[in-house]
């Protein structure tokens, strides 16, 4: 059964950074594509930053130049590196996988495999 965990939130001051991690357990070959979604109360999820197994990455433009999403695929982890975090990131966070490639699950939030979330908490 596959499982994904997430790890690394938690509640910082504007300006600063956070790591996200997402592991992922149970599965025997390399995923296509993996990323961050982010959702906060009333509003809906968002893409926040994906990657393929070829390294190609894609962000939201509200988070590029200060997110960077990584993946280490001898320890089955992706990462998203938050800099320069403003309250608006505030959100709880999820990490998704699939074995199909981005282009088919990003758009339509496709993916088969889902965290269960980690709560980002930005204050001014």
Known sequence: QVQLVESGGGSVQAGGSLRLSCKAFGYAYSWYCMGWFRQ???????????????????????????????????????????????PED?????????FRRCRTVVAGSLFNYWGQGTQVTVSS
């Open 40 to 86: 906060s109360p009333g509003k809906e999820r968002e893409g926040v930053a994906f990657i393929e197994n070829d390294g190609s990455t894609s962000y939201v433009d509200s988070v590029k130049d200060r997110f960077t999403i990584s993946q280490d695929n001898a320890k089955n982890t992706a990462y998203l590196q938050m800099n320069s975090l403003k």
């Open 90 to 98: 505030t959100a709880m966070y999820y990490c998704a996988a699939d």
